[in-house]
C-alpha cells in the first residue's frame, strides 16, 4: 500500500524548530541560546501572505520567525532540485565570497520526501541537522536566509522587520515631528536627479515621513542584498538594497537607522554619488 509522506512545509518546520531548540547543548554546537533566541523569535509584524514563509518571495526582508523562511527555503530545494540562495542577483562593485557548494546536495534534497515517511523523527532530525553542517552550519542558515557573504561580514542573524521600522520611525529629536528616516531622505534624495527611486522629499513633516516610510518599504520588501558586515575603520552596519542597488542601513542589531545608500558606481565619490 502507498505510504503518504507527509511531507510539508508544517512538518518539516515543526521539526526545524526542534532541532535549532536542541543545537546549543549538541556537541561542537554551531547555534547559541542567543542565536536560538533570535531564530525563534516572533515579530509583532507578520507576513501578508496567505501561507507567510512557503509563499514569501525570494527577494524579501524575511519576516520573523526566521525559521519559518529556512524551513520554506528548504521545501523550495526539494520542489526545484536546486536552491534559490545560490541563483541571486549579482551586484557591481559588491564581491562576495565563495558559498559552501551545494550541488551535491540537489539530488540528495530531491530525494528527501520520498524517504521520508521511512524515517523516524530522531531520523528526520538527524537530516535536516547534517545539511545545516553540510552547508556550513550557522553560515548555512544565514545562507538560506539569503544573508549575503562578503569581505567583512559578521556572522549575525538580521534583526527583526519591527525593530528596524521602530529605528527608522523614531523621532530625529524632541522638538520635530520628523522621523529619523524622513530626515536622512530630505538630505539624500537629491543624489537621484531623476527622482526615478527616492522621488521628492517635500511637503509638511507628516507627508516626509509618509513618503520615506513608503521608500524604505520599497527597499525592505523587495530586498535582495542582505549584509551585515563590518570595513576597516569603519563602524559595523546592517545593509539592506533593493534590486536596482538602492539601499538602507542600521546599525547591525536594527536598533539605529544610518541612512541611504545610492546603487555602486565606479569612483562614485567624485560626484557624490548624484546620477
Not at 554546537?29 to 501578508?48: G, I, W
Not at 525570494?58 to 527555503?73: D, G, N, R
Not at 519591527?162 to 539624500?188: E, I, V, Y
Request: charged share 25%.
Amino acid at each position: 500500500m502507498y505510504r503518504m509522506s507527509n511531507f510539508s512545509f508544517d512538518t518539516v518546520s515543526a521539526l526545524l524548530k526542534k532541532v535549532i531548540e536542541k543545537e546549543p547543548s549538541q556537541p561542537n554546537a554551531f547555534l547559541s541560546e542567543k542565536d536560538v533566541e533570535v531564530l525563534l523569535h516572533t515579530d509583532s509584524q507578520v507576513s501578508p501572505l496567505e501561507h507567510p514563509m512557503a509563499d514569501e518571495p525570494t527577494f524579501c526582508y524575511p519576516y520573523s520567525p526566521l525559521y519559518l523562511k529556512i524551513a520554506a527555503q528548504l521545501l523550495k530545494w526539494t520542489k526545484n532540485g536546486s536552491s534559490e540562495c545560490q541563483n541571486l542577483p549579482k551586484f557591481y562593485m559588491l564581491e562576495e565570497n565563495e558559498y559552501v557548494e551545494e550541488s551535491d546536495l540537489n539530488e540528495e534534497m530531491k530525494g528527501m520526501p520520498t524517504l521520508w515517511s521511512d524515517w523516524t523523527e530522531d531520523e528526520r532530525m538527524f537530516k535536516i541537522r547534517s545539511i545545516i553542517l553540510r552547508l556550513g552550519g550557522k553560515r548555512g542558515l544565514m545562507d538560506l536566509l539569503t544573508v549575503r557573504c562578503t569581505t567583512g561580514t559578521i556572522l549575525q542573524f538580521p534583526a527583526p522587520r519591527s525593530r528596524l521600522m521602530a529605528a527608522f520611525d523614531a523621532p530625529c529629536n524632541d522638538k520635530s515631528s520628523l522621523t529619523q528616516g524622513a530626515r536622512a531622505l530630505t538630505k539624500h534624495f537629491h543624489r537621484d536627479q531623476k527622482a526615478s527611486f527616492w522621488g521628492v522629499a517635500s511637503g509638511t513633516e507628516a507627508e516626509k515621513n509618509e513618503h520615506a516610510r513608503s521608500v524604505v518599504l520599497k527597499i525592505i520588501d523587495s530586498a535582495a542584498w542582505i549584509n551585515i558586515h563590518q570595513l576597516p575603520g569603519q563602524l559595523p552596519i546592517m545593509e539592506v538594497r533593493h534590486p536596482g542597488g538602492y539601499g538602507a542601513r542600521w546599525d547591525p542589531n536594527g536598533e539605529t537607522f544610518r541612512g541611504f545608500l545610492e546603487p555602486m558606481q565606479p569612483e562614485g565619490w567624485l560626484n557624490k554619488y548624484r546620477h
